[in-house]
């Protein structure tokens, strides 16, 4: 029998305070029910819909985050092979009274072989860390990767401290060893920068450890 759940999903940032999820489309397995996107104590987002995976869902996934990439909880699932439903939208981020803006980022859910829900997030501008032990010269490869995606805003030759940034991210994995990623936001305070968030997986279905990890600009 089908059945419609609400799907959370929640998002931790020192000083987030409100999320905001715009649905741009999404895919979910033939004969589950959907009914939407909406937000729920300011900081989580809940997607209804049914739970039932299929390979259908996740190859879908896989296209709209081609050229970036999706993480989960564990550095080993770099890529679905079934999912119950995914959604592709706009995700902001007001944290420190900053809207932070990222199009086409993506939240999936699949299910584990104990019988648990696990979540996907994925973007086609997301640098996904693929290994625990994660040196300098590695994260900072993520960093020029992760800059890459937004030439256009920040021109190839940006101005910030991408060391500091990459000894960020090295610290945050060190603590957090589970599946992360790095993605460009846009700012609401500027036209020509962009701030770097590193998203964490959480098995209690969040992002927990999570954090902005430098502010480019264009020179």
């Known amino acids: 029998m089908t059945k419609q ?7 931790n940032f020192p000083g987030l305070t ?6 741009r489309d999404h895919s979910i397995s033939s004969g589950q029910p959907y009914g939407g996107v909406s ?23 896989d296209d709209v985050v081609q050229g970036g990439g999706g993480i989960a909880l564990t550095y080993s699932d770099t890529s679905p092979e079934e999912l119950n439903f995914a959604v592709r939208g706009t995700l902001t981020l007001v944290i420190n009274n900053v809207t932070y803006t990222a199009q086409n980022f993506v939240l999936a859910q699949g299910s584990t072989t ?3 829900n696990n979540w996907w997030l994925g973007s086609a501008q997301m640098s996904g860390i693929k ?22 805003i920040v021109t ?22 589970v599946g992360s990623g790095e993605v460009p936001f846009t ?5 020509n920068a962009v701030e770097l968030l590193l998203f964490q997986v959480s098995e209690n279905h969040d992002t927990e ?11």
């Open 114 to 116: 104990t019988g648990g």
């Open 131 to 152: 290994h625990s032990d994660v040196t300098l010269d590695y994260a900072t490869a993520i960093v020029k990767a992760t800059l890459g995606y937004v030439t256009d």
């Open 209 to 219: 450890g999570s954090l902005l990890t430098g502010t480019y600009t264009a020179p």
């Open 156 to 177: 190839e030759d940006p101005v910030g401290a991408i060391e500091d940034t990459a000894k960020l991210i090295v610290a945050a994995v060190q603590k957090h060893k």
């Open 187 to 191: 700012l609401s305070t500027s036209n």
């Open 18 to 23: 409100q999320v905001g999820f715009q649905e």
């Open 5 to 11: 759940h609400d799907n959370d999903f929640t998002f």
């Open 39 to 61: 937000i729920k104590n300011n900081n989580t987002v809940t997607i209804k819909a049914g739970r039932h995976k299929t390979s259908q869902v996740a190859h879908w996934f």
